[in-house]
């Protein structure tokens, strides 16, 4: 019996899960070995496979045939990638789950060359993950037709780069596209608001964990769902989190960070101008008022001196933008 539990990023979700006895249907099941950060292409292919002889279709009858097409397809973009027809590959070193924009890219006509490429660099314990573009001698109008992976350390491929992959597989199977990505769950979370959370990453060997920074939970997005009628039940959105976090400058600021599932209780130490977060932790859980949220944050300030900021009055606005007050 496949363990869903097994591909959940988060350890604290995962105890949560364990604590309650929370079974996930076959679908979430399949959303969460999509989503796995742990495992390699070939092994979330392999659960797949099983989740698709373990699921009767009475409980599911369209999830066999979805995820048999699916696998279908990345294999297909795989032997792509791997075939005669790739001219130029494109290497990009991902720092972040999935984000690589920011880094430098290096250009290769030869295969064997990237993966040499990417070992030294896991050699020396420099990468995370490899996101490896492809440009095809084929093209489409204007448009470089290409085909994208995201190779492990040690170059086992972890995932497709669907949005970085075009060619025509893909055109045919439109509906394949964005099927994972569009899925939406109320999955039960242990964070609730004002707690302080933070997201989780791997170094993508599994051994070690890097922790992001904190966040103050204001809510979550199936919360927000679920506590306004025209959204409630209908998936609005993906499973994020709204939360407040501290900018480098010190400022205090609100944003919406996708990724609920990839979040876990942050247990260090808040120091500095980050100390606001457990003033505004406070607040949210109803332990203080305005008058001394306001107070706190601003001694935080002057003690810390990363604004350089002096007495002032904190004025309505003021309160709006920390959420305090809704506009």
């Known amino acids: 019996m496949i363990n869903a539990l097994d591909f959940i990023n988060s350890d604290d979700i995962r105890n949560y899960w364990k604590e309650i006895g ?61 075939s005669d027809s790739v001219i130029l590959y494109c290497c990009r070193q991902c720092w972040e789950p999935m984000y690589y924009e920011n880094t430098d890219a ?55 780069d669907w949005l970085k992959t075009r060619n025509t597989i893909i055109s045919g199977k439109s509906q394949i596209k964005w099927a994972f990505g569009k899925m939406w769950f109320n999955f039960p979370v242990p964070f609730r608001r004002g707690e302080v959370i933070c997201q989780k990453g791997y170094d993508w060997t599994g051994s070690h964990r890097m922790i992001g920074q904190p ?41 919406s960070h996708s990724g609920l599932m990839n979040c876990e209780y942050y247990r260090q130490p808040l120091t500095g101008a980050q100390r606001q977060l457990a003033v505004m932790s406070s607040f949210l859980k109803g332990e203080i008022n305005e008058h001394l949220l306001i107070l706190a944050i601003q001694k935080i300030r002057e003690e810390d001196d990363s604004l350089n900021f002096g007495l002032y009055d904190y004025d309505e606005e003021i309160l709006i933008k920390f959420g305090i007050l809704e506009n």
């Open 22 to 82: 929370y079974q996930p249907t076959p679908r979430q099941t399949a959303w969460l070995i999509w989503q796995s950060d742990r495992h390699s292409l070939n092994e979330k292919h392999q659960a797949f496979k099983q989740l698709i002889e373990e699921t009767g279709e009475e409980s599911d009858p369209d999830l066999p045939v979805f995820l048999s097409n699916y696998m279908s397809l990345e294999n297909e973009m795989v032997e792509l990638f791997y």
């Open 215 to 255: 966040e103050v939970v204001k809510e979550t997005r199936y919360d927000y769902c679920n506590n306004h009628p025209e959204f409630a039940g209908k998936g609005y959105g993906d499973m994020s989190v709204y939360s407040y976090y501290v900018e480098e400058n010190g400022q205090l600021e609100l944003e």
């Open 106 to 160: 290096c250009f290769y006509t030869s295969l064997r060359a990237v993966i040499d490429h990417i070992k030294e660099l896991s050699s020396h314990g420099d990468c995370l993950r490899s996101q490896v573009t492809g440009y095809l001698a084929d093209k489409s109008e204007d448009n470089a037709q290409t085909v994208s992976l995201f190779f492990n350390p040690d170059t086992t491929i972890h995932s497709i």
